[in-house]
Nanobody, 120 residues
């Protein structure tokens, strides 16, 4: 496991932008951002796979969110543009340190979460 420390959440009006950051304390095979709204299940928002240098996005955020990673700083980012009220949720940084699989049930490291609130 690694320690993951998120920052960058906050409140913004619809159409606005936010950038989330996640600093990892060690190496990871893949990393991602998940979110959970009240009363809903946790869902994957965006994932990045180090070995393949590939990214996967939820359909609901494609074209609006961009995931990236600075390997030198071991920091993951999520640039969120054109935010909508339905993007309101607790956002979690996540990682798998053992395998290149960042499906929800394969995650072995979680951050503490950062709240994103989008008002209409």
């Amino acid at each position: 496991q690694v320690q993951l420390v998120e920052s960058g959440g906050g409140s913004v009006q619809a159409g606005g932008s936010l950038t989330l950051s996640c600093a990892a304390s060690g190496s990871t095979a893949c990393m991602g951002w998940f979110r959970q709204a009240p009363g809903k299940e946790r869902e994957a928002v965006a994932r990045i796979y180090s070995a393949l240098i590939s990214t996967i996005y939820a359909d609901s955020v494609k074209g609006r969110f961009t995931i990236s990673k600075n390997n030198a700083k071991n920091t993951l980012y999520l640039q969120m543009n054109s935010l909508k009220p339905e993007d309101t949720a607790m956002y979690y940084c996540a990682a798998n340190t053992r395998a290149n699989n960042c499906r929800l049930n394969e995650i072995n490291s979680w951050g503490q979460g950062t709240q994103v609130t989008v008002s209409s």
